[in-house]
Structures are given as C-alpha cells and as structure tokens.
C-alpha cells in the first residue's frame, strides 16, 4: 500500500475519530491511514477485519479518498 499523495510506503493506521469514522466507516471496513513522509491522511478500504496497528501496516486495499490536510515541509 502507497500514499495517494507522496507515493510513499512508510504508511500506518491512523486513530478514528469522530462519529462517522468509529460507527459508519468501521461498519463498511473503511479505515484511516497516514504517511509518515508527508502526514496525509487517507482511507482505504480494508478487509482484514483485525488489523495489527504497527508501523508496518499492509492489507489488501483499494483508495477511497484523501484528506486535505497535510503538513507543509
């Protein structure tokens, strides 16, 4: 899995917060990731339904959209 942004593969799973993203995106298997190059953060569908939260996260994915919040450097 890349980074939609930066192409990156140094991506981990991101803490869901919100609402939406703790009972509706867990519902459809959507789940937050975030860059550790650039900071975006973005979600992916993911099938997996317990996934470890390590650094080295690796599922099988399909991008769903991104958001626009990332850390200028």
């Known amino acids: 899995m890349r980074c939609p942004v930066?192409?990156?593969k140094q991506i981990h799973l991101s803490r869901r917060s919100g609402l939406i993203e703790k009972v509706?995106?867990?519902f459809l298997?959507?789940?937050p990731f975030r860059c550790?190059?650039?900071d975006c953060r973005?979600?992916?569908w993911s099938f997996t339904p317990?996934?470890?939260s390590s650094r080295a996260a690796s599922t099988e994915s399909s991008s769903l959209f991104?958001?626009?919040k990332s850390r200028a450097k």
């Open 6 to 8: 930066c192409n990156s």
């Open 24 to 26: 509706i995106l867990s």
């Open 29 to 31: 298997l959507v789940r």
């Open 36 to 38: 550790e190059w650039c």
């Open 42 to 44: 973005f979600f992916r």
């Open 50 to 52: 317990n996934l470890d």
């Open 66 to 68: 991104v958001d626009s």
